[in-house]
């Protein structure tokens, strides 16, 4: 909270879910603060549908949040205290603060040598029905996002 109200500009490295919310929670609390927002997909919150992808990009701009498609940030080596920042694309951004919100991905590789090694999609997610039950298992439940549901 610090960090955030003692910048004037900020940058948000990715444009999914925990992106998305920072961005405009910041833009609701902090409304003279410049945001941008770097994203390396062609929408934000690309794991649900269009129009709803739509709508979020349009309250963000609504409040002054530049949003970067199609662009990365590499993060590997920096730190910190970094304030100025160049996209894969050649846009340079210069910020007092900066956050990564770039999400990992599925933590399911425990599981491809157990008994649900055959319950996993090419995603590395368990398939589940409406009911939240593993496929092909009586008794095993899953939650969460490492199951198949939408």
Same mark, same amino acid.
């Given at each position: 909270y610090e960090k955030i109200r003692a910048s004037s500009s900020i940058l &948000?490295?990715?444009g999914g879910?925990?992106?998305v919310e920072l961005a405009a929670e910041i833009a609701v609390d902090f409304p003279e603060k410049h945001i941008t927002i770097v994203h390396k997909g062609y929408r934000l919150l690309e794991? &649900?549908?269009p129009k709803a992808s739509e709508k979020a990009l349009a309250w963000l701009t609504s409040r002054k949040v530049q949003v970067l498609f199609n662009q990365e940030i590499r993060l590997e080596q920096l730190d910190d205290a970094q304030t100025e920042f160049v996209t894969s694309e050649g846009v340079k951004v210069r910020v007092d603060c900066w956050f990564n919100c770039i999400g990992k991905g599925l933590g399911s590789s425990w599981l491809t040598d157990g008994i649900l090694q055959d319950c996993l999609n090419e995603r590395g997610q368990l398939m589940v029905d409406?009911?939240?039950r593993v496929a092909g298992k009586k008794n095993i439940f899953a939650i969460g996002?490492?199951?198949d549901i939408r």
């Amino acid at each position: 909270y610090e960090k955030i109200r003692a910048s004037s500009s900020i940058l &948000i490295v990715g444009g999914g879910p925990t992106g998305v919310e920072l961005a405009a929670e910041i833009a609701v609390d902090f409304p003279e603060k410049h945001i941008t927002i770097v994203h390396k997909g062609y929408r934000l919150l690309e794991f &649900i549908g269009p129009k709803a992808s739509e709508k979020a990009l349009a309250w963000l701009t609504s409040r002054k949040v530049q949003v970067l498609f199609n662009q990365e940030i590499r993060l590997e080596q920096l730190d910190d205290a970094q304030t100025e920042f160049v996209t894969s694309e050649g846009v340079k951004v210069r910020v007092d603060c900066w956050f990564n919100c770039i999400g990992k991905g599925l933590g399911s590789s425990w599981l491809t040598d157990g008994i649900l090694q055959d319950c996993l999609n090419e995603r590395g997610q368990l398939m589940v029905d409406e009911h939240l039950r593993v496929a092909g298992k009586k008794n095993i439940f899953a939650i969460g996002d490492i199951t198949d549901i939408r």
